[in-house]
Each structure stands twice: as structure tokens, then as C-alpha cells.
């Protein structure tokens, strides 16, 4: 495509640009702008868009964009890279997951630009930016207290999901398929292809995971054709068809004895749940043989809480 635009701002091969695509604005008045970095090779080829902050506490895929910019690091051969590291400005400004709403702009494509404020903003991206798009990485973190192992989730069954996954060399792909109201079920509509990749717990830095997105992002983009060289994965990622939750049988002081990452065998225990009043203490044991792909460092947990995440 010789011309771009974005919030009616043209963006021609060559150029390097940011566009501040306006959503809405604060009840004091301040307007609330997202920043998108438009990053355009004299070579046309694929466009890959780079999003975090869909979940204003996941400050990882923020931090990870944040850096691949100040290093130079996402102008490309050929194409054109659209990084968003914040999508979610609002929730980004209130420590939250959600919109002041209480919604999850994750649940509430492809929007609706007269509905909530969620839908609005997810409105406002899929006119946009999700049509000029052919691949997207979204960058997310556990929820809460929970912290995930580095991972991509895809749906496997789509070839090119599982190319760009692969490419990617996260440590773990887990097969997850669309939620209804999701980017990946809107972009999958529209026929464009998006991952998720996961890393850590909200609110935290994971170091480890972080640089892992880095390069996992670069061997995406000279898979694309879009980079001349990455670095290697130190090895294959581990392939999960199926994952599941373990869930606190009853209420409690939470002791885990496994770390994230770690592989376990059917019937090993992996915690315990404790009476905090010095009571008795009840194991917790794993149903099916995997890898702990999520872990919840919640010491205390009420009945049917998740702690544990299986991927196998």
C-alpha cells in the first residue's frame, strides 16, 4: 500500500511517524490520546502491529515496545510496523485492568462507538488500525497476583498462528482458542493474524520475560522478511494442546512447592492449603503430567481460587 492513514494523517513509504489517535477525554477535560508509532520501509511488505497495555496493569509489553523504540530496533527492511504501547490509557493511569467503566476491552470488540467507554475504545482501534494490519503480536501479563511463565498463546489449528508462534520461541505455545469480544476473535474475522504472548504478573517487571519478547519479536520480523538478522531461540518451545487450572479445594494459607516453568507427573503434590489458625494443612496434587505455565503467589486464597496453571 503506497499511502497510510491513520486518524487521517497520511504515512508515506519512508517516513517514521507518531500519531496520536484522539478516544475520548477525562471529565476535567484532558483529551485521551493513544500513541501509535508508524514505522514504514521504502520496500513495501507485511504490516505487524506491536500492541500492549490492552490491560492498563501489564506493564511488561509496555516496557518491551518502549525499549524495542529507543533501541531502533523496530524499523524495518520491508513493511511497516505500527507500535502501540499503550492501548489502554486509562486503565494504564489507574493501576487497572479495566476502563473506569468496569469493562474489559478485551471482551468488547469489535466495539461499538456510541456504546460503553470500552467498546468505544475498541471501536475506535478496529476502524483504525486493525484493517491496515496483516500480523500482530498483543503483549500481555498474568492477571493480578498470578504470574505467568514466558508463552504464546495461538490457535494452533491456523497455520499461520502457529508459523508466527513458532518463529516467535517463547518457551511454551499454548493452544488457546477465540473468546468472544477479543482482538484475536476480531482480527480473525477480518482474516489478519494475531498472537498473544504472555510473561510475568501485572504491576511487576519480569526482566526474563521481557527479553525474551525482544527477541522473540525480532525473529517474528525476519521471519516476515521485515528483519535481516535475530537472535536464535535457545530451543524449541514446548507445544500445550490442552492446559488447566488447579483450584484451592478450600480456603486459606497457600504454600506452593513448585516453581513456574516447572515440569510435573500426575499425582505429585505441588502445594498445600493451611487453616491460618494453626488447623490442618490439606496437599494439593496435580491430576495430569505438564508444565506449570502459570503460578498464583496469593498466599491466601479462598475456595476455587486458581493457583495453579497446567500446560501439557
Known amino acids: 500500500m503506497a499511502e497510510m492513514i491513520i486518524n487521517d494523517i497520511p504515512i508515506y513509504p519512508g517516513d517514521s511517524k507518531l500519531i496520536r489517535l484522539n478516544v475520548s477525554r477525562l471529565p476535567s477535560g484532558t483529551q485521551i490520546d493513544i500513541p501509535i508509532h508508524v514505522f514504514r520501509a521504502q520496500e513495501p511488505g507485511p504490516v505487524l502491529l506491536l500492541m500492549a497495555g490492552m490491560h492498563g496493569d501489564e506493564v511488561n509489553g509496555i516496557e518491551l515496545i518502549r525499549r524495542m523504540i529507543r533501541r531502533n530496533l523496530l524499523h524495518p527492511l520491508k513493511g511497516t510496523v505500527l507500535a502501540i504501547p499503550i492501548l489502554n490509557i486509562y486503565g494504564f493511569l489507574n493501576f487497572s485492568r479495566e476502563v473506569p467503566d468496569g469493562k474489559d476491552v478485551n471482551r468488547s470488540f469489535p466495539g461499538n462507538a456510541k456504546g460503553s467507554l470500552a467498546s468505544r475504545v475498541a471501536a475506535r482501534f478496529t476502524k483504525e488500525v486493525l484493517p491496515l494490519i496483516d500480523y500482530g503480536i498483543d503483549f500481555h501479563t498474568g492477571g493480578a497476583s498470578k504470574s505467568n511463565f514466558p508463552q504464546i498463546r495461538c490457535r494452533l489449528e491456523d497455520g499461520e498462528s502457529d508459523a508466527l508462534a513458532k518463529a516467535f520461541g517463547a518457551p511454551f505455545v499454548l493452544n488457546s482458542n477465540y473468546r468472544p469480544g477479543s482482538l484475536r476473535k476480531e482480527a480473525s474475522n477480518l482474516g489478519k493474524t494475531i498472537i498473544v504472548y504472555e510473561t510475568g504478573e501485572s504491576l ?109
Open 204 to 312: 511487576r517487571f519480569d526482566e526474563q520475560g521481557i527479553i525474551m519478547a525482544m527477541e522473540g519479536t525480532q525473529r517474528v520480523m525476519h521471519h516476515l522478511g521485515m528483519a535481516d538478522k535475530s537472535v536464535p531461540a535457545s530451543q524449541p518451545p514446548l507445544i500445550c494442546h490442552h492446559t488447566t487450572w488447579i483450584r484451592a479445594p478450600r480456603a486459606g494459607l497457600f504454600r506452593s512447592f513448585v516453581k513456574n516453568g516447572q515440569e510435573v507427573s500426575r499425582g505429585q503434590q505441588i502445594g498445600a492449603v493451611s487453616d491460618p489458625y494453626g488447623g490442618a494443612t490439606h496437599p494439593i496434587t496435580t491430576p495430569v503430567a505438564g508444565h506449570v505455565v502459570g503460578l498464583n503467589h496469593m498466599p491466601v486464597v479462598n475456595q476455587g481460587d486458581a493457583i495453579l496453571h497446567i500446560g501439557y
